[in-house]
């Protein structure tokens, strides 16, 4: 049985003012009697379909509360061309069958205009075929997957962070240049999810003339990493890249800790940061993710001073985090797209609209796309958890 949740944003005080000026795009206004899907006169309607549920509903959760907090910003500035922004979410317990399911309910039943804050490679990877057949835009999955990367197979599909192997690339330059590790191993999740990590970070090695030291998956939505932690033991890396979600990653670290294995342990942003932390406890010191967004507690940025803002509105006790960071900027990406669009939105005008907008400064991060070019970011940050049991942000490793 699935898990339906409905969110109807409302109006916000907050104005879009930080957004880049640009001229519209030349999408015309639909003639009369023609109706795009998920568009009505008063509002735009979006789909969902994450994890709220299982071992990765903090992903599914973050990025929903982050979306929602970028939607009812724009409700209470009067929307967008008078429309006000709703967002319908599915449950699909980071399983591809359920994604799929959900997929074909949000845009048959729910009719929704577009497609947002999908979460995981696996899931995305069943679902998104399902909505570029249909013609529905794919925007922001929370997932580095290079298959998405591919605008001109995906001209629905817009993608707003760096990829995975843009962050393993970063990953291995980093403990070879400064850290100088010779031995790397991996533990990645047996699914196309791991298997897209277990990519970038082989293709990293090769342009080093370097091989792995050791090998070791688990299997996806469980914690059975045990034999995983004997196995990249034997292999004695130096430092393991680790490309799976928080809590079997949680599990995995205590458990190298508990049996004296103690490598450098590098994390893919995909985990789930502050579940993460929180997961780990006094466990995580020392542990290194790389990120896809700024500091999630990085005021000095006006997106993330307006994040914080923005999520106290609708979640006042939850914590801000790289998360629902990342869904805030989905959102706001999503937002951008329909003003620049004009007021006839359509699913085509909104696709172009981003391809033809080149630079766009949403405060602070900057994004750029093209026509074959649908990713936005490429930077990629670095975080340690520290004595505190918190991440900071740093620029360069550093020995424990």
């Known amino acids: 049985m699935h898990v339906f949740v ?12 930080s957004l880049a000026t640009v001229p519209h795009s030349t999408a015309q206004t639909p003639p009369p009697g023609s109706v795009t899907q998920g568009i009505g006169p008063a509002s735009v309607m979006f789909g969902q379909s994450c994890a709220l549920s299982g071992p990765a509903k903090a992903l599914g959760e973050g990025m929903r ?3 929602t ?8 500035a009067g929307g967008i061309h008078g429309r006000r922004l709703r967002l319908t979410t599915l449950d699909d317990r980071y399983e591809p069958e359920t994604a799929i399911a959900n997929t074909d309910r949000l845009i048959n039943q729910e009719r929704v205009f577009a497609l947002i804050g999908a979460v995981g490679t696996p899931t995305s990877k069943a679902a998104e075929p399902i909505a570029t057949e249909a013609g529905v835009p794919y925007v922001g999955a929370f997932t580095g997957a290079e298959f998405l990367r591919d605008a001109r197979k995906r001209p629905t599909v817009i993608n707003v962070r760096a990829s995975y192997y843009q962050e393993t690339e970063e990953m291995v330059e980093r403990l070879t240049r400064d850290l100088g590790v010779e031995r790397i191993g991996i533990l990645y999740q047996d699914d196309s999810y791991g298997r897209a990590g277990l990519s970038g970070t082989l293709q990293a090695l090769h342009r080093r ?5 050791a090998e070791a998956t688990y299997p996806r939505n469980t914690r059975a990493v045990k034999t995983a932690v004997l196995d990249l033991k034997l292999g004695d890396p130096e430092a393991v890249i680790i490309v799976g979600a928080y809590q079997p990653v949680a599990t995995f670290i205590k458990w190298s800790r508990r049996l004296g294995f103690n490598p450098i342990f590098v994390n893919i942003s995909f985990v789930g940061s502050s579940a993460l932390a929180k997961a780990l406890g006094s466990s995580g010191k020392d542990v290194i993710v790389t990120q896809v967004v700024p500091f999630p507690h990085d005021k000095w940025i006006p997106v993330v001073a307006r994040y914080h803002e923005s999520l106290h509105a609708v979640a006042p006790d939850a914590e801000p985090g790289f998360v629902s960071l990342e869904g805030y900027l989905t959102g706001r990406v999503a937002v951008e797209a329909l003003r620049r669009a004009g007021p006839g939105i359509t699913r085509r005008g909104f696709i172009a609209a981003l391809q033809m907008a080149g630079t766009m400064d949403l405060g602070g991060f900057m994004l750029l796309y093209g026509e074959s070019d649908n990713q936005g970011s490429d930077r990629v940050y670095l975080t340690v958890i520290d004595d505190s049991e918190r991440f900071r942000s740093i620029r360069r490793l550093e020995r424990p």
């Open 6 to 17: 409905r969110f109807a944003v409302v109006p916000l005080l907050v104005a879009m003012s």
């Open 65 to 67: 509360r982050g979306i």
């Open 69 to 76: 907090a970028a939607f009812e910003e724009t409700n209470r």
């Open 209 to 213: 003339g370097m091989t792995l030291a």
